[in-house]
């Protein structure tokens, strides 16, 4: 790097005032499988061969070598402070290059910078800046170039035509990367594994306050509103609760205070089990209901339903007569009239027996193995 306090003399053609200038050297020793019109990093030497296998079969292997073995870049860093907060309108310093502004002993800060707190700002932001130019990114990093990720075993693909913009683009981006971080650390110290070269005390005022006031957008943290949250949960909690426990509360003050019954027992009626009692009723599955006509219908004890579709019809040799008898809440109970016999559909006999009260069950004989 070539600048006022070190580094080299550039030539005249090379001299740029007020620039801090950096000659970048490249070399591959490798190949590229295909031609490169890179302007740094050209490769147009054909070195392709031609091998011949069995049964006189050849083949080529297309190769391509650099067109130098080092290529150089030139680039140069500038710099400028601005300071929009400056009272009487916005102020900025010339453009200069990194050991400019160190030369003028930070007269030039001092000259954008209304207060102390003004001046910390700005020669932290300038330190950060310093040490993070083309030089030092490229000194700093393992593998400084982007091409090194296209080779492999010597053997390159092809380059762009415009890999030495996406070179510099790279550098430039992580240089001001590197101006965030080396601010922010400032303010938070630096990793744990140096925070033993630090005296984590701030003297100055002006610095403690940059320190307390510094706000950077971070990724690994995130920020969210207490209260917003809290309404959140609060309010839904509440819809939730009076969802859960609305329609009881209401059914058990009409039954408690006798008010509206029957817009009670039309409400328990359109339920999904009253509805499930109803079909089966309709379909002759019906019984002895002890719980009927509440919110959920309850059978009598031990009563046994035939499935859906697994009733016989039944062809009568004789009159069996059929009482529903209804108008309690406890449901309808079908009953017997008479003892008789007749077949079912596939020709079975089928016998009746009247109990106590009318009720009686029915069996297929001459096995009983079923009741509805």
Same mark, same amino acid.
């Not at 790097?1 to 580094?7: A, C, E, H, L, V």
């Given at each position: 790097?070539?600048?006022?306090?070190?580094?080299?003399?550039?030539?005249? %053609? &090379?001299?740029?005032?007020?620039? $801090?200038?950096?000659?970048?050297? *490249?070399?591959? #020793?490798?190949? @590229? =499988?295909?031609? !490169?019109?890179?302007?740094?990093?050209?490769?147009?030497?054909?070195?392709?061969?031609?091998?011949?296998?069995?049964?006189?079969?050849?083949?080529?292997?297309?190769?391509?070598?650099?067109?130098?073995?080092?290529?150089?870049?030139?680039?140069?860093?500038?710099?400028?402070?601005?300071?929009?907060?400056?009272?009487?309108?916005?102020?900025?310093?010339?453009?200069?290059?990194?050991?400019?502004?160190?030369?003028?002993?930070? %007269? &030039?800060?001092?000259?954008?910078? $209304?207060?102390?707190?003004?001046? *910390?700002?700005? #020669?932290?932001? @300038? =330190?950060?800046? !310093?040490?993070?130019?083309?030089?030092?990114?490229?000194?700093?990093?393992?593998?400084?170039?982007?091409?090194?990720?296209?080779?492999?075993?010597?053997?390159?693909?092809?380059?762009?035509?415009?890999?030495?913009?996406?070179?510099?683009?790279?550098?430039?981006?992580?240089?001001?990367?590197?101006?965030?971080?080396?601010?922010?650390?400032?303010?938070?110290?630096?990793?744990?594994?140096?925070?033993?070269?630090?005296?984590?005390?701030?003297?100055?005022?002006?610095?403690?306050?940059?320190?307390?006031?510094?706000?950077?957008?971070?990724?690994?943290?995130?920020?969210?509103?207490?209260?917003?949250?809290?309404?959140?949960?609060?309010?839904?909690?509440?819809?939730?609760?009076?969802?859960?426990?609305?329609?009881?509360?209401?059914?058990?003050?009409?039954?408690?205070?006798?008010?509206?019954?029957?817009?009670?027992?039309?409400?328990?009626?359109?339920?999904?089990?009253?509805?499930?009692?109803?079909?089966?009723?309709?379909?002759?599955?019906?019984?002895?209901?002890?719980?009927?006509?509440?919110?959920?219908?309850?059978?009598?004890?031990?009563?046994?339903?035939?499935?859906?579709?697994?009733?016989?019809?039944?062809?009568?040799?004789?009159?069996?007569?059929?009482?529903?008898?209804?108008?309690?809440?406890?449901?309808?109970?079908?009953?017997?009239?008479?003892?008789?016999?007749?077949?079912?559909?596939?020709?079975?006999?089928?016998?009746?027996?009247?109990?106590?009260?009318?009720?009686?069950?029915?069996?297929?004989?001459?096995?009983?193995?079923?009741?509805?």
């Amino acid at each position: 790097m070539s600048d006022k306090t070190g580094g080299f003399s550039p030539i005249p %053609e &090379l001299y740029v005032p007020n620039r $801090a200038l950096s000659l970048i050297f *490249a070399s591959f #020793s490798g190949s @590229y =499988n295909g031609p !490169s019109d890179d302007l740094w990093l050209p490769a147009h030497q054909n070195l392709t061969q031609t091998f011949i296998e069995v049964a006189n079969i050849s083949s080529q292997v297309q190769m391509f070598a650099p067109d130098s073995s080092l290529s150089v870049l030139a680039c140069v860093d500038q710099q400028q402070f601005c300071n929009p907060a400056f009272p009487g309108g916005h102020v900025c310093t010339e453009l200069l290059s990194p050991d400019d502004f160190l030369m003028s002993g930070m %007269e &030039l800060l001092f000259g954008i910078s $209304a207060n102390e707190r003004q001046l *910390a700002v700005a #020669s932290t932001i @300038y =330190n950060a800046a !310093s040490v993070s130019t083309f030089y030092y990114t490229v000194l700093g990093l393992d593998m400084p170039l982007l091409a090194d990720s296209l080779a492999a075993g010597g053997v390159s693909v092809p380059l762009p035509n415009n890999q030495w913009e996406l070179e510099v683009k790279n550098w430039f981006q992580i240089g001001l990367n590197n101006v965030q971080r080396m601010v922010v650390d400032f303010a938070t110290g630096p990793p744990s594994q140096f925070a033993q070269y630090t005296l984590n005390q701030v003297t100055s005022p002006a610095m403690q306050w940059m320190c307390e006031n510094q706000i950077v957008q971070r990724e690994d943290f995130t920020s969210f509103s207490t209260l917003a949250l809290a309404l959140i949960f609060g309010i839904g909690g509440t819809v939730i609760a009076v969802s859960l426990f609305l329609e009881n509360l209401v059914g058990w003050m009409r039954v408690r205070f006798n008010g509206d019954m029957w817009r009670q027992e039309k409400w328990w009626m359109d339920g999904t089990l009253q509805l499930q009692r109803a079909a089966f009723e309709n379909s002759g599955l019906g019984g002895v209901w002890r719980v009927g006509m509440k919110d959920i219908p309850v059978s009598g004890k031990g009563k046994v339903f035939l499935g859906l579709g697994m009733g016989r019809s039944i062809a009568s040799e004789g009159r069996v007569g059929y009482t529903k008898l209804s108008g309690s809440r406890s449901g309808a109970e079908l009953e017997f009239g008479c003892r008789g016999q007749s077949q079912d559909g596939a020709g079975r006999r089928v016998g009746f027996e009247p109990r106590v009260g009318g009720k009686g069950t029915a069996w297929w004989s001459p096995n009983r193995n079923g009741f509805f």
